[in-house]
Nanobody, 115 residues
């Protein structure tokens, strides 16, 4: 299963972007969805996650209050709304689907924030 992440781009500091993650071929409602990011020269880090039914959400401290994760189980899609973007948010963003037994990853989408 290959998740499809898209929506990245080049923006200026303070702008917003919405990332989407399509998860075809899985029973989407059985999977917690997560977003991770990896900046050049750094390890991949956790950004946010949402439970299968959307009732439990967590954020990394670095993005809390600026990013919002959501999901639409009818569309097999998870979203990451990013606001007040900062240059330090520049990274490749990956989505992940985790059932507790299996984990799938997307190919990543580049987000670049200029100052």
């Amino acid at each position: 299963v290959q998740l499809q992440a898209f929506g990245g781009g080049l923006v200026q500091a303070g702008d917003s972007l919405r990332l989407s993650c399509l998860a075809p071929g899985v029973t989407f409602a059985n999977y917690a969805m997560g977003w991770f990011r990896q900046a050049p020269g750094k390890e991949r880090e956790f950004v946010s996650a949402i439970s299968p039914d959307g009732t439990y959400i967590i954020y990394a401290l670095s993005v809390k209050g600026r990013f919002t994760i959501s999901r639409d189980n009818a569309k097999n899609t998870a979203y990451l709304q990013m606001s007040s973007l900062k240059p330090e948010d520049t990274a490749v963003y990956y989505c992940s689907a985790n059932s507790g037994v299996r984990r799938y990853w997307g190919q990543g989408t580049q987000v670049t924030v200029s100052s």
